[in-house]
């Protein structure tokens, strides 16, 4: 079979509890690393997540990178290659949510807007709050990616 026909498994992370309404969410982040083997991560309310968020109705994953890096950072961001895509199951209020997430390996690029709702932290992937965003950031630092 061609290579580009074999299906890839992704990981799943969390459990999906059967008993609560599922709901969705389609997510996309950049893994931006530097010559330490840190990776850049914004401070959100509950923990270090890596830059992005959800991809809106109208978006691809690459164009939610794009807004949400600019949104939470301030700056442009190059991105060089897929890393992947992993699945996130966590139970929020009376739902467990499954988060849909792919995963860019980028460059900060120049700073556009002065205002921004974080500031860049650089960390080791296991600072990381949840377990997909650290295995995105384990695999870029140790392998080459796949075209955008």
Known sequence: M???????????????????????????????????????????????????????????????????VLEELGCRVVLSGRIGQAVKHFESDTQCQALYATFYAGELGETVSPTHEHQLQWVRPEDLFHEHHAWAARKALQSPMTTP
Request: with cysteine.
């Open 2 to 68: 061609h290579p580009d026909f074999v299906e890839q498994a992704i990981p799943v992370f969390g459990t999906r509890n059967e008993s609560l309404p599922q709901k969705t969410r389609t997510c996309a982040y950049a893994v931006v690393t530097n010559s330490e083997g840190l990776v850049a991560a914004v401070q959100e309310s509950h923990g270090l997540h890596l830059p992005g968020g959800g991809v809106e109705l109208s978006e691809t994953p690459v164009q939610a990178i794009h807004r949400e």
